[in-house]
């Protein structure tokens, strides 16, 4: 997960930051999942989601924002 989003490697405050995270292995998976959509629908022009698909994605990825807010007290 590190590597996918810090190529030039952890500052003291990315450290603080991932020792306050507690992800578990869906959390992981899903951020992956999420990530690879993502760059599929922006560069793959034959790329086609449904609205349903759609709608369960941004509902997946608030859960997963609410969650983050949450080990972080925000």
């Given at each position: 997960l590190i590597e996918n989003?810090?190529?030039?490697?952890?500052t003291d405050e990315d450290?603080?930051?991932?020792?306050?995270?507690?992800?578990?292995?869906?959390?992981?998976?899903?951020?992956a999942y999420?990530?690879?959509t993502r760059e599929n629908a922006s560069y793959n022009p034959t790329s086609k989601y449904t609205k349903d698909e759609a709608e369960d994605l941004l509902s997946e990825?608030?859960?997963?924002?609410n969650k983050i807010k949450q080990m972080l007290n925000v």
């Open positions: 989003f810090l190529h030039n490697g952890l450290i603080k930051f991932v020792s306050k995270v507690k992800l578990n292995k869906e959390d992981v998976s899903y951020l999420a990530k690879n990825s608030r859960k997963f924002i």
